[in-house]
């Protein structure tokens, strides 16, 4: 490594620690509740579709950096390729989530955790078929608080349903109480 790289990167890192004490009071603790909407997105052998899917959720916050987190997602109507049906499922999850502040206003997180999924295979002239389970979710985001109590955040989350990934890409926002 040269001298100016180690330089470089010295000043980089006492910067991000700088930021990191400014920001240790960017997640008030509490309860909190929110709803996102954006585009739900399966692809798979017998389906590579997309629709819109939302999210409402709910939380307490332990700690600025620890959470848990319980949540309502309905991902759509998607249709199986070749136009033989749809599939439309829904996930009631529950996820630890864990934050790492930037600065004061801006964060980033991951969560972890089970969805509990119903998913609804509909054909014409077969009729529907259900199934059901529980598999592991998971996601990522960012969040920016404008105050105190209202927070929008990007996220990505997936969802496993037996063999089935379904991927949401929504924008969010978060009220603290």
């Not at 000043?11 to 009071?25: D, K, V, Y």
């Not at 960017?26 to 909190?32: D, F, I, N, S």
């Not at 579709?49 to 309502?72: I, K």
């Amino acid at each position: 490594m040269t001298k100016n790289n180690l330089i470089a990167t010295s000043i980089l890192a006492a910067a991000l620690g700088a930021l990191s004490f400014n920001a240790q009071a960017a997640e008030p603790t509490g309860w909190y509740a929110g709803a996102g909407v954006g585009q739900s997105m399966v692809d798979e052998w017998f389906v590579d579709d997309e629709d819109v899917g939302f999210q409402v959720f709910g939380g307490y916050q332990f700690t600025p950096y620890f959470g848990l987190e319980a949540a309502y997602t309905n991902f759509g109507e998607v249709d199986v390729i070749g136009g033989v049906g749809e599939l439309d499922a829904e996930a009631f999850s529950l996820v630890a989530v864990g934050t790492v502040p930037f600065t004061d206003r801006f964060s980033g997180y991951a969560k972890a955790g089970f969805s509990r999924w119903d998913a609804d295979l509909g054909a014409p002239g077969i009729g529907r078929a259900s199934e059901d389970g529980t598999d592991p979710t998971y996601g990522l985001g960012l969040q920016y608080r404008f105050t105190d109590t209202v927070a929008l955040r990007g996220e990505y989350s997936r969802f496993e349903m037996d063999d089935v990934d379904v991927d949401l890409a929504q924008v969010q926002v978060r009220f603290d109480f």
